[in-house]
Nanobody
């Protein structure tokens, strides 16, 4: 079984920074894309940032220039450096690992439980 555990959320003032990390564990042989989604209160979950196995990065327009995604394949981790945070960044942030190959016949997608990020004005 694959587990994703996020860390690094918390409370920060407008303009501050946080770094989220997500570690995948289990009988993993490889991971395709990894990324971060978020869900703000009363809104649908949205993609924040995604990074493929080849290192291509994708960002939501709302976070471009402020957030940076990175991954470390040797440790099966993905991180999200969030700078210049705004109140509208307040949400639960979820880590996702896609195309995870394990001992199972087919690759699968896995989600973390989420970590709360709150930006005060």
């Amino acid at each position: 079984q694959v587990q994703l555990v996020e860390s690094g959320g918390g409370l920060v003032q407008t303009g501050g920074s946080l770094r989220l990390s997500c570690a995948a564990s289990g009988s993993i042989s490889s991971i395709g894309a990894m990324g971060w989604y978020r869900r703000a209160a009363g809104k649908q979950r949205e993609l924040v940032a995604r990074i493929t196995g080849g290192g291509s990065k994708q960002y939501a327009d709302a976070v471009k220039g402020r957030f940076t995604i990175s991954r470390e394949d040797a440790k099966n981790t993905v991180s999200l450096q969030m700078n210049s945070l705004k109140p509208e960044d307040t949400a639960i942030y979820y880590c996702i690992a896609q195309g995870v190959r394990t001992t199972m016949p087919a690759p699968g997608d896995y989600w973390g439980r989420g970590t709360q990020v709150t930006v005060s004005s």
